[in-house]
């Protein structure tokens, strides 16, 4: 295929992903007269980089995506509770998952560190040939929370996020728009998700578990088909909910918690949900399927009010809104953000790209930094 309509159909693509017409495109991009886009995307029109500049900057993705080799639209994605009418607004989001990905990997090449490649552990596949479904999703997650892989702690929720990025996972926050929880994927050595900014707080750490079951498992399962298997999806999902109980709430930890307090009741319910990090509901099924606490039990605290609330209050006061991991309220890492900010005062990023990163437009970007403090607090960075 002659390059520049391989890149015109690439450009296509993009445009009608974000759902833009193209006088919406060509009118971002600066044309006065659509027919000039439309030549492009069909090839019939030489590109310019100054072309390339304006498009690549109207549909908010690195000039550098459409001169790849590997397209986007080869990326397998994998959702958890994608709405099923939504599959055109998803792309959308998968898109920018894979740019916020490459971007994470520009800026940390601008300052000389290197990006730890993500690669599924071969004990995976060990794990899966030696176990049957459930005890598969729980065999596993004793194995990633052992020494031999993440090392998490006692209360794995809470060192969850740092750990999945030393293995090559990052994490960002962006709102779906009631399409989806989370989408994870992993492109060129590289594994990302994108978890609904929306979502309750201790809703994210269990997205998080659920979403790393699936990178996990990459090479096991036939991702790309499944969503075409209803059933084969719903078996599917349930080892990622089994897998996600069982790394976030390990067994011993919590019989070891009963045996201290003696006793299941509200007390024990609202502190240990905060300490795991998850909601009320996951640590109830959790203890019900632990033969721990009776249906009728878990029924009742996830119905009251009062416990919620007091469960809501005490969490958010000691998480705050946001976890650490995360800069500030922009949903984007604080490695990411720290990385580009680096780059940018040592004149090896632009103040424009710089925006296009943290998705603002050029004009506001020096009243965000007055705003949020970001110069004085990190002058000496």
């Given amino acids: 295929m002659d390059i520049y309509k391989e890149i015109g159909k690439r450009i296509r693509e993009e445009r009608k992903a974000r759902g833009l017409t193209l006088e919406n495109l060509a009118r971002r991009a600066g044309y006065t007269n659509y027919q000039t886009l439309l030549n492009i995307e069909n090839g019939r029109k030489r590109l310019t980089l100054s072309d390339l500049f304006k498009i690549s900057n109207a549909l908010g993705v690195q000039i550098e995506y459409f001169l790849k080799k590997t397209f986007h639209s080869e990326a397998v994605f994998v959702w958890r509770d994608r709405k099923d009418n939504e599959e055109e607004k998803c792309k959308i989001f998968e898109n920018k998952l894979l740019e916020y990905m490459e971007n994470y990997i520009i800026v940390l090449k601008l300052v000389n560190k290197k990006y730890p490649k993500y690669e599924v552990p071969e004990k995976v596949n060990d794990i899966y040939y030696k176990n049957k479904k459930y005890d598969f999703a729980e065999k596993l997650a004793e194995w990633v929370r052992s020494e031999n892989y993440l090392g998490i702690g006692e209360y794995p929720g809470q060192e969850l996020l740092q750990s999945i990025l030393d293995k090559g996972i990052i994490v960002f926050k962006i709102d779906f728009k009631e399409i989806g929880s989370a989408v ?21 750490t269990y997205d998080i578990a659920h979403e790393l079951f699936h990178l996990l498992t990459w090479n096991i399962f036939k991702y790309q088909e499944i969503y ?44 240990e949900s905060i300490n795991f990090k998850v909601s009320i509901d996951a640590m109830c099924n959790r203890l019900v399927f632990l033969k721990k606490l009776s249906k009728k039990e878990a029924e009742k605290y996830k119905n009251d009010t009062l416990v919620k609330n007091e469960f809501y209050k005490l969490f958010l006061w000691k998480y705050g809104k946001y976890d650490s991991y995360f800069f500030k309220d922009t949903g984007f890492p604080f490695d990411y953000f720290f990385n580009a900010f680096r780059a940018l005062k040592e004149s090896k990023l632009s103040k424009m790209m710089f925006a296009k990163m943290l998705d603002k437009n050029i004009g506001e970007i ?6 949020t403090g970001i110069k004085n607090e990190w002058e000496s960075i």
């Fill in 184 to 204: 994870s994927t992993v492109n060129n050595n590289m594994a990302g998700m994108l978890v609904n900014k929306d979502n309750a707080p201790w809703r994210f």
């Fill in 228 to 271: 075409n298997n209803k059933q084969d999806h719903s078996l599917i999902e349930s080892l990622a909910n089994a897998f996600a109980a069982n790394l976030l709430i390990p067994k011993e930890k919590i019989e070891e918690k009963i045996d201290i307090y003696n006793k299941i009741d509200k007390d024990f319910i609202v502190a």
């Fill in 366 to 371: 020096d009243y965000w930094f007055l705003k």
